[in-house]
């Protein structure tokens, strides 16, 4: 096993030209030019895993080849728009398109933001300069060039400004500070990766622990279907991604994890607090226990995920990993691994401490019957130390041979906590206990700030104090009085920090020197922190410039300058936290729906370098044109062009209202005409009259159908995905596109009349697992009074904003334009709400006729923001007329518990809604009536919440001025109970405007009917008198549970009077309905099935 401690081929690299000084060195690789192939080019690189660029993809073949494992996302570029489409045709052939692509690009500049790359392989030498592919290439990336003798290799080095994070505490002694000063206040996207959310904000966090080791991220995922986990198991997962590019490398099942065990607690306080130590990395190895209980700790290859050792002598029982010089300390319990909270007691700690050495993989030595307090295990310069509940206590690390011990009796409380910290030879330890003082020496006093918020909770014995000792012979240096954790409501330890010399701690804005405890520093935030609410449930972290707290988001404190700054639309998962390493912030998914319409989801990772400046920075002339014409005829088809308003479904979700409504009338009794297969997932289609449209989003391609036989005519491919069906309009095509660019074809012949590129650049970022532009642009644009509109971006807070266009439809001409960035705060000044904010995400426009709305955002008909005032804190907005809202945004498919849809004229701001009319999780509506299903009508403590295979889900019609109301404090609306019984049974906060969390919004009036049905409806669409409905079936096999919630049952449709909810038929689906699968046209039904199938059902054959 000796291998297991020789560096990676990667990491000697690094370190080699890092020793030499060099940003890299050419080195003649044997291989020719003329023979050279994917296999050879990986073994000469090293590179196993990540994002590789092609220059000079030819035909294509080797560009497939690069791209035969899926551990490689590949992009081939190219001058010649000939050799491109060649190449692409060769792709897709092998039918991996969409993961490995090409593209365009001017032969100069590469379509990629800073260290993104890992691999470069440059087979046409002569084009790009050598520093733009060192600007391009990630630390450690490979740049592999052609030369006339053979190929070359240079390696990027690891810069020195840079950390890594490969504990939970980010290394072994527990100071949680990254040496990394790229870090900063986060303005840019790097990469964006799943889970969007995690399960829900009462279930344990899905993500359990994170690290970063040797350019790769780690993480313990849970990836079970999201908004659902009552009788449900989880489905974690070891996941590693490339730090840089975020490409996903390996997963690996975890076994029997599960939250219950060992507290039999199934709520979000059945989490284990010690989970986060469970998972350390270094640049070759991960070590992990696979198991949840009694599990040994496991060896992984960090490149591939196998596993090399399956169980490490003497650890089973692990729950706590540290790796420091070689040796892995493990500290085992036989209590079952049970949750921190629940065993920290000083008899209930029957703990053992193993030191096993990586390089040999034997144990060097073993201590039992000892107890060990969670998070008291930390280790430096050839010493470990832990804490016994009694005292503290050194240990030589390479012999278990005791060098010191200090006495402090500890007692726990709620909120106190553990924190060791080992530093430049001093031990920092902060915790609550009746200390032993010296004689001289005056019992520190407990803060009144401490006093305050302990106040109506259980008695605390003893104070906190911060203790400093001597890691050399255990002296007591000095103490100070302690400080309350941040976020001491979620139980978890005061933060404790070392940098540059000064100690950090707690809720307190002194920073003091690490050997004397003297005042060295004091920082002013002014209103940097805002009020009301709980500190977030993780600890803080830190980096060399900037603490990084836990209010809201992250709020940066800037520790040398005054350069402070918060970001509450940032929200990173209870009791893990955000990461800051790799000169990136990663912010992994949370569980929170505070700030809704502003608040960024999705697995994040952020740089402090916004791309806008650059692009903005770069001058017209070295910029592509906006708008460029395509090879067709301007000439269209007024017959062709014509919409048929009663039969047509010209766009997603039929109109500008979005109302999921036609008058064709579709017949009950459906036989299946035709079913196509084509790349999945395929979203709803669009029709008009005999032509159908549909996208194949992960293939980048608009494929034209005869909408009578399935018949395909033709199709157009675009340089990235197309998330949303296209818009037809007087015999165009117009959509858009994630590579940042609006397309309009010929909708007969899907010949290209324009592209707008609404990009500022062409700069990609990853994005769940593909490229694509840093400002990409939804596929269903709206078009209103021959304007079509759009926003391009990813949020007002990243990368220069949202961009929102207004283009001339027949030729792309520029009308109007708008930008969204912010609003940053003044933190000096300007006082943070803790649950509302301003700012915006990209989303569908929507109309109502007249102005358009994206999300919060109301404009009018030239993208002039029209202002709107709060209700109340909690950020409801009067929008003034009724209108299709999604609060999550229309494409997001998730089921996440807190989201929903609501027809009115209310943006809902931070209020849940299952007791609303006209809401809930799909919505549809016609000039009188809106019909709705609700999945979410019941409630677990915080959250609305479902249970399985138990009532099913509510289906229900209101009139369409039935409006959802908010309780107020005069009693001037008063709400009447409708939902079944249980749901008022349910735990929960009553109230209304300006109770967070409380009941929400309400009704005033009765349904027009509802019931409750055995079918999760994942798709409705309403066509004359009859609803139709498609879903699958509200049960839970046992061999299977999460089959049903993640698309591998056969699905159902369904059909429902409209006029009172009567099932009228029911028919079998080969496969799971697409979220939002469903359109109707000319008297047929289609629907879009996971499996890629596209279905068309009329009554007779035609």
């Known amino acids: 096993m000796r291998h297991h401690t020789q560096k990676s081929h990667r990491q000697n690299r690094i370190g080699r030209w890092m020793a030499a000084g060099f940003l890299g ?89 800073d260290q993104l790359v890992n691999l470069v392989v440059v087979s046409d030498p002569n084009k790009v300069p050598p520093a733009e592919i060192q600007r391009v290439l990630a630390p450690g990336g490979v740049a592999y060039v052609r030369a006339p003798d053979g190929w070359r290799t240079t390696v990027k080095p690891w810069p020195p400004d840079i950390d890594q994070w490969s504990h939970f505490l980010h290394d072994a002694s527990g ?62 997962r070891l996941v590693a991604r490339d730090a840089f590019s975020g490409v996903l490398l390996w997963k690996v099942p975890l076994r029997d994890w599960q939250p219950q065990f060992g507290t039999g607690k199934s709520g979000r306080w059945g989490i284990h607090h010690t989970i986060p130590r469970r998972l350390v990395a270094d640049a070759d190895r991960v070590y992990v226990t696979l198991r949840f209980l009694d599990s040994p700790v496991s060896v992984l290859d960090a490149a591939t995920g196998r596993v090399l050792i399956e169980a490490l002598p003497g650890t089973t029982g692990a729950d706590e990993l540290i790796l420091s010089n070689g040796v892995l300390f493990v500290k085992c319990t036989d209590q079952r691994s049970v949750a921190a909270m629940q065993r920290f007691g000083r008899d209930a700690l029957h703990d053992s401490l193993v030191a096993v050495d990586t390089k040999t993989g034997k144990q060097l030595w073993r201590k039992d019957n000892i107890r060990i307090a969670p998070y008291a295990l930390a280790a430096l310069a050839g010493r470990v130390l832990y ?109 404790v920090f070392v940098t540059d010399g000064v100690v950090w701690y707690g809720q307190s804005f002194e920073g003091y020197d690490l050997h004397t405890g003297e005042v060295r520093r004091k920082v002013d935030v002014g209103n940097l922190i805002s009020p009301g609410h709980h500190y977030r449930c993780h600890r803080a972290k830190a980096v060399a410039r900037y603490l990084i707290w836990p209010k809201r988001g992250a709020e940066f404190i800037d520790v040398t300058d005054k350069n402070h700054m918060r970001h509450d639309w940032l929200r990173s998962p209870c009791f893990t936290g955000l990461l800051p390493a790799n000169g990136l912030l990663y912010v992994p998914p949370s569980q929170c729906f505070c700030y809704p319409g502003v608040k960024v989801s999705g697995f994040l990772a952020l740089s402090s370098r916004s791309a806008w400046e650059k ?38 979700r039929h109109d500008n209202r979005r109302s999921g409504a036609s008058r064709t009338a579709v017949p009950i009794e459906l036989t299946q005409q035709w079913g196509a297969r084509l790349v999945e997932p395929v979203p709803q289609a669009v029709v008009v009259g005999d032509r159908l449209w549909v996208v194949e989003k992960n293939v980048h391609r608009v494929r034209c159908l005869d909408a009578k036989s399935g ?29 940042g660019c609006v397309y309009c074809l010929r909708a007969d012949d899907g010949r290209l009349l324009w592209r707008f590129r609404a990009a500022p650049d062409p700069r990609q970022v990853v994005s769940y697992e593909q490229l694509e532009s840093i400002w990409p642009v939804h596929g269903s644009v709206l078009v209103q009074d021959d304007v079509v509109y759009f926003a391009a971006g990813r949020s007002s807070f990243l990368d220069g904003g949202l961009l929102v266009f207004g283009l001339e439809a027949q030729t792309g001409r520029l009308l109007f334009k708008n930008r969204l960035e912010g609003p940053w705060p003044n933190v ?51 929008m003034g007329v ?57 409630r677990t403590m ?38 079944p019984e249980e749901s008022y049974t349910d735990k929960y906060r009553a109230g209304g405007r300006g109770v967070e969390k409380g009941t929400g919004w309400v009704r005033t009036r009765p349904t027009k009917w509802q019931e409750l049905i055995p079918l999760r409806i994942r798709a409705m669409v309403l066509a004359g008198p009859y609803l139709f409905v498609a879903g699958v079936p509200d049960q839970v096999p046992p061999e299977d549970p999460l089959a049903p919630f993640e698309g591998r049952v056969p699905g159902k449709l369904q059909v429902f009077s409209a006029a009172d909810g009567k099932l009228l038929r029911s028919y079998d689906l080969p496969a799971s309905p697409v979220f939002d699968g469903l359109s109707a046209a000319h008297g047929r039904l289609y629907l879009s099935l996971k499996d890629g199938q596209l279905l068309c059902f009329s009554r007779t054959a035609e």
């Open 25 to 113: 060195l050419w080195v003649a690789a044997p291989a020719l030019a003329e023979s050279v192939t994917a296999e050879a080019i990986y073994q000469a690189t090293g590179v196993r895993g990540g994002l590789v660029v092609h220059i000079g993809c030819g035909d294509g073949q080797l560009t497939a080849s690069l791209g035969a494992s899926s551990r490689y996302l590949v992009q081939g570029l190219s001058t010649d728009p000939e050799e491109l489409a060649q190449a692409r045709e060769t792709i897709e052939a092998k039918g991996i398109y969409g993961r490995v692509t090409v593209r365009l690009f001017d032969g100069q500049r590469l379509p990629y933001v």
């Open 175 to 236: 100071n949680a500070v990254a040496q990394d000063r790229q870090v900063g206040p986060p303005k840019g996207l790097r990469w964006t990766a799943g889970p969007r959310w995690c399960r829900s904000h009462e279930w344990p966090s899905s993500v359990m622990a994170l690290v970063t080791a040797g350019g790769r991220l780690v993480g313990i995922i849970d990836e079970g279907p999201i908004g659902v986990y009552e009788g449900l198991p989880q489905k974690c």
């Open 387 to 495: 804490h016994d509940m009694d005292a503290l206590v050194c240990l030589d690390a390479r012999t278990g041979r005791q060098l010191w011990r200090s006495e402090w009796p500890l007692q726990w409380a709620f909120g106190g906590g553990i924190t060791l910290v080992i530093h430049d030879g001093v031990v920092l330890f902060h915790a609550r206990g009746q200390v032993p003082q010296p004689k001289a020496a005056e019992k520190p006093k407990e803060p009144a700030q401490s006093r305050k918020a302990r106040k109506g909770r259980r008695r605390q014995p003893g104070n906190l104090y911060m203790t400093a000792f001597s890691l050399d012979d255990g002296r007591l240096l000095w103490q100070r009085p302690g400080h309350p954790s941040l976020a001491q409501a979620c139980i978890l330890p005061t933060d």
């Open 615 to 652: 692009a903005s920075g770069a001058g017209e002339k070295s910029q592509p044109q906006p708008l460029q014409r395509g090879p067709a005829s301007t000439t269209l088809d007024s017959q062709a062009s014509a919409v048929d308003p009663t039969n047509d479904w010209p766009m997603y």
């Open 711 to 739: 018949k395909a005519l033709w199709t157009f491919t675009v340089e990235g995905r197309i998330d949303s069906p296209p818009t037809f309009y007087r015999g165009l095509i117009l959509f858009g596109g994630r590579d």
């Open 828 to 878: 000096k000044t300007e006082v943070g709400r803790p649950f509302a904010m301003e700012g915006a995400l990209p989303d569908l426009f929507v109309s109502d006729g007249s102005s358009l709305y994206m999300g919060r955002i109301k404009f009018d008909a030239k993208l002039n923001r029209i202002p709107l005032e709060w209700g109340s804190s909690l950020g409801e907005l009067d």
């Open 882 to 938: 009724d209108h299709l809202v999604a609060t999550g945004g229309f494409l997001d498919d998730t089921g996440f518990d807190r989201l929903f849809w609501m027809y009115s004229r209310w943006w809902p701001g931070f209020y849940f809604a299952q007791h609303a009319p006209k809401s809930g999780q799909l919505v549809v509506f016609d000039e009188s009536t809106t019909y709705a299903v609700k999945y979410f009508y019941r």
């Open 942 to 979: 915080w959250s609305p919440a479902f249970y399985p295979q138990t009532r099913g889900y509510l289906l229900f019609a209101d009139d369409n001025d039935n409006e959802p109301a908010l309780e107020d404090k005069q009693g001037t609306v008063k709400a009447i109970r409708w939902l």
